[in-house]
């Protein structure tokens, strides 16, 4: 097989690139901007591999596109590629319609040329896997229900409607010209390589250096976490093993609100490492504290914040024999040491434009 991997210098596309290289005899062809949450560093391991290739390549570049599907081929499209937070959308939603709208079509209509000139073996053989998020269902506040394959799409955020913008985008590609996709939509991911805007890398690196673990509202929104590299392993798998036509959700069966994972990493950064004496972080908390808790602070929570997500992962786990093997426990406790044993990474992500600020906060 030879795989594109849109995306694939971002924290869940590197994790399928390291899957990929490491795990199957594929070639690999990671596509990526680079944009601030891209970085090639979280591919070090596998960048050595004959079986893999870089190309730099904004996704609305068609002739970028065109040139890379010319030249490499592809069995398989794995199209990762996207603008993700939902803090920055609320702040600057044009980007993401931008990437996840305009990029998005694009790029398949870049694998529709090349798809099309295939012969009738290869085009049957052929795959274009779009991988996308839980937040396109919306909110499931008040019930006890879990997102299918089957739910409504109802996105809160200018982030999820554009990604639902793109899964419709897909489906049409699909039904219309018969371009032969699938759909995935996860919940929230979390491991290493994470980069730290996002909850889990944003308070432990917090946490390390002392500043405050600002919880969105009461903390009480409820997410369901999936490690990214179980995430990666059903990714693939889908991608080879799924039905064309088919959405397969992907969750990792661990629902748990804001306020309980925040706790949970300061009570494993207070068993590893003692407030304040993290060599590889200056401490900024202006009085000494007994435990990392007590920097947690309730800020204003988010515009149109979600309650709760939660994933029925059935039919991935019935059709195609997909189970996470990681629990929350053991997951979060792997990413925690995971960044207290690379700090040398996160560093230089946090010496560029991004501090740990907090986003999503302007009036």
Same mark, same amino acid.
Request: glycine fraction near 8%.
């Given at each position: 097989?030879?795989i594109?991997?849109?995306g694939?210098?971002?924290?869940?596309?590197?994790a399928?690139v390291?899957?990929? /290289?490491?795990?199957t005899?594929?070639?690999?062809?990671?596509?990526?901007?680079? @944009?601030?949450?891209?970085n090639?560093?979280s591919?070090?391991g596998?960048?050595?591999?004959? %079986?893999?290739?870089?190309?730099? &390549?904004?996704i609305c570049?068609a +002739?970028? =596109?065109? %040139?890379?599907?010319?030249?490499f081929?592809p069995?398989?499209?794995?199209?990762?590629?996207?603008?993700?937070?939902v803090?920055?959308s /609320?702040?600057?939603?044009?980007?993401?319609i931008?990437?996840?709208?305009v990029?998005?079509y694009?790029?398949?209509?870049?694998?529709?040329?090349?798809?099309?000139?295939?012969g009738?073996d290869?085009? +049957?053989?052929? %795959?274009?896997h779009?991988i996308?998020t *839980?937040?396109?269902y919306g909110? =499931?506040?008040?019930?006890?229900?879990l #997102?299918?394959e089957?739910?409504?799409?109802?996105?809160?955020?200018p982030?999820?409607?554009?990604k639902?913008?793109?899964?419709?985008? &897909?489906r049409?590609w699909?039904?219309?010209y018969?371009l032969p996709?699938l759909?995935?939509?996860?919940s929230?991911?979390y491991g290493?390589?994470? #980069?730290?805007e996002?909850?889990?890398?944003?308070?432990?690196l917090?946490?390390?250096s002392?500043?405050?673990?600002?919880?969105?509202? *009461?903390g009480n929104?409820?997410?369901?976490?999936?490690?990214?590299?179980?995430?990666?392993?059903a990714?693939?798998?889908v991608?080879t093993?799924?039905?064309?036509g088919?959405t397969?959700?992907?969750g990792?069966?661990?629902?748990?609100r804001? =306020?309980?994972?925040?706790?949970t990493?300061?009570?494993?950064?207070q068993?590893?490492?003692?407030?304040?004496?993290?060599?590889?972080t200056?401490?900024?908390s202006?009085?000494?504290?007994?435990?990392?808790?007590?920097?947690? @602070? #309730?800020?204003k929570?988010?515009?149109?914040?979600?309650?709760?997500?939660? /994933?029925?992962a059935g039919?991935?786990?019935?059709e195609?024999g997909? &189970?996470p093997?990681e629990? #929350?426990?053991?997951?979060i406790?792997k990413?925690v040491?995971?960044?207290l044993d690379n700090?040398?990474?996160?560093?230089?992500?946090?010496?560029?434009?991004?501090?740990?600020?907090?986003?999503g906060?302007?009036?």
């Amino acid at each position: 097989m030879r795989i594109l991997v849109t995306g694939g210098a971002g924290f869940i596309g590197s994790a399928v690139v390291r899957h990929l /290289i490491e795990n199957t005899d594929s070639q690999v062809a990671c596509l990526d901007k680079l @944009t601030y949450a891209g970085n090639l560093e979280s591919l070090s391991g596998v960048t050595d591999s004959s %079986r893999y290739r870089f190309d730099q &390549v904004d996704i609305c570049d068609a +002739a970028g =596109l065109d %040139r890379v599907f010319a030249e490499f081929k592809p069995t398989h499209v794995m199209h990762l590629a996207a603008e993700s937070h939902v803090d920055r959308s /609320i702040d600057g939603p044009a980007a993401f319609i931008e990437t996840n709208v305009v990029g998005t079509y694009t790029l398949l209509e870049a694998t529709r040329r090349f798809w099309s000139g295939l012969g009738n073996d290869e085009k +049957a053989g052929f %795959r274009f896997h779009h991988i996308s998020t *839980d937040e396109v269902y919306g909110d =499931l506040e008040g019930t006890d229900d879990l #997102f299918t394959e089957t739910t409504s799409y109802e996105p809160s955020s200018p982030y999820s409607a554009s990604k639902a913008s793109s899964d419709h985008l &897909v489906r049409a590609w699909q039904r219309t010209y018969g371009l032969p996709t699938l759909v995935t939509n996860c919940s929230n991911n979390y491991g290493p390589y994470h #980069f730290p805007e996002k909850l889990i890398p944003h308070m432990i690196l917090n946490a390390l250096s002392g500043k405050p673990l600002p919880v969105y509202g *009461d903390g009480n929104q409820i997410r369901d976490w999936l490690y990214v590299e179980d995430h990666a392993r059903a990714l693939v798998k889908v991608a080879t093993e799924g039905a064309v036509g088919e959405t397969y959700n992907i969750g990792g069966h661990n629902e748990k609100r804001n =306020l309980e994972v925040v706790e949970t990493i300061c009570d494993l950064l207070q068993e590893m490492v003692a407030p304040g004496t993290f060599a590889s972080t200056d401490w900024s908390s202006d009085e000494p504290i007994a435990h990392y808790r007590d920097l947690i @602070t #309730f800020v204003k929570d988010r515009p149109g914040h979600d309650v709760r997500y939660a /994933i029925d992962a059935g039919k991935i786990q019935r059709e195609l024999g997909w &189970v996470p093997q990681e629990s #929350f426990e053991s997951g979060i406790r792997k990413t925690v040491e995971w960044y207290l044993d690379n700090p040398e990474w996160w560093q230089r992500v946090l010496s560029g434009e991004y501090q740990l600020g907090r986003l999503g906060e302007k009036g």
